[in-house]
């Protein structure tokens, strides 16, 4: 009974290798020598009554134990393509300490912004290291998902935590959009200091200046609707963001309405001044999905375009991911070999978060970690002015 009480409240903790463990121990110390082939329990009621015990709190702590396992899994920001070997290291090859689960209840707190344009409530993930000049990333959900979806999904918290970032979680508002999707094809919720993507810019600027955030860190990303959001935001406030992250999403101002929207997603742009010619192009990391067949992977290249790889060095590594996919990285340098722009194309992965945690939705945890991908990628590229 002592082992049942103390696996229960090693699971209920998230310590569940521990949990395992002592399981384990409890099963082989009931278990004798197999006999004829067979083995048998001195006390199998008890042993699965202790099983059992187990099982129903492992299950009900599902949702919130989930991100926490991937976030172990994830240990260091590895530099270049993050195979197995290469975890435990930080963006400039250093060893870092693994992270500690997530406490999300203390950490993970809903919030509300109001500006201007408009009101939207959002979740911020805040480290355990209160140390101020921290980097921001602020996430975009794709349709029909939630901020703590996709923070697990994405597993972004557990990095968070073990690098000592802020995440902020924009969530769109249904009454806005019926399916929660970004209305990033509406013209008055795409252009600077204008509905939506004036709303994500000031609930930015409100956290940086809450939470001293470092101005030359901040960053913003997305997933489909997230992700063409996302575009529209970094490419209206250039002072703002220092970089964009667009999984399976579009390039900025690719569409004016609806029905140009559902055109652009099915075939990808027509021709490349159908988007929007940026000033000054934007550090950008594109993820897509080979088989995507929500939005078109011509999307994805358009993007690439928008960020001004015409004058950069490509340079194409072929790999698999752990989880069996194959992809082709892409890395754009300019003369100096700073990379600025960078393409992952992962081969069988569909409209989903490559890399990602079953906990939440659209994810495929077979392809590369695109939530450590993005991450080397921001932190390499800070705001210059």
């Not at 949702?63 to 070997?85: D, F, I, K, T, Y």
Request: aromatic residues 6%; contains cysteine.
């Amino acid at each position: 009974m002592a082992d049942m009480m103390e696996a229960t409240r090693l699971t209920a903790s998230g310590r569940l290798g521990d949990a395992s463990a002592l399981v384990q121990r409890s099963l082989s110390e009931g278990t004798t020598e197999p006999h004829g082939g067979v083995a048998y329990t001195a006390d199998a009621g008890l042993t699965d009554r202790l099983r059992k015990v187990v099982e129903t709190v492992t299950q009900g702590l599902g949702r919130s134990v989930a991100p926490v396992l991937h976030g172990l899994g994830v240990q260091g920001l590895g530099g270049g393509v993050q195979e197995p070997g290469q975890r435990g290291l930080d963006v400039l090859g250093r060893q870092v300490a693994e992270p500690e689960p997530v406490r999300d209840a203390d950490r993970f707190v809903e919030r509300s912004f109001t500006g201007e344009h408009g009101t939207r409530d959002y979740k911020l993930f805040v480290p355990g290291s209160r140390a101020r000049n921290r980097p921001l990333v602020v996430m975009l959900h794709g349709c029909s998902q939630s901020p703590d979806d996709f923070a697990a999904g994405t597993g972004m918290n557990a990095l968070a935590e073990a690098h000592g970032f802020t995440v902020a979680y924009p969530g769109q508002s249904s009454r806005a959009n019926g399916q929660r999707c970004w209305n990033w094809f509406q013209p008055g919720e795409q252009d600077r200091e204008a509905g939506e993507t004036g709303i994500i810019a000031g609930l930015t600027r409100a956290v940086i200046a809450e939470y001293g955030i470092d101005p030359r860190q901040v960053f913003i990303a997305g997933l489909s609707a997230g992700g063409a959001a996302a575009a529209n935001v970094a490419h209206a406030y250039p002072e703002l963001f220092a970089a964009v992250g667009i999984h399976s999403g579009l390039a900025a101002g690719c569409a004016r309405d609806v029905s140009a929207a559902l055109t652009v997603m099915r075939l990808g742009p027509v021709a490349e001044a159908d988007c929007i010619v940026p000033v000054t192009p934007m550090p950008t990391i594109v993820f897509h999905g080979e088989s995507d067949g929500t939005v078109n992977p011509r999307n994805g290249a358009q993007a690439l375009a928008q960020a001004g790889i015409g004058g950069l060095t490509p340079e194409t590594t072929e790999a698999v991911s752990a989880g069996g996919l194959p992809y082709l990285r892409t890395r754009y340098a300019d003369t100096k070999g700073h990379v600025s722009v960078e393409s992952w194309m992962v081969r069988g992965l569909g409209h989903a978060w490559s890399g990602g945690t079953p906990a939440g939705s659209y994810t495929d945890p077979r392809g590369p970690d695109a939530s450590r991908a993005m991450l080397n990628f921001f932190l390499a590229n800070p705001l210059k002015t």
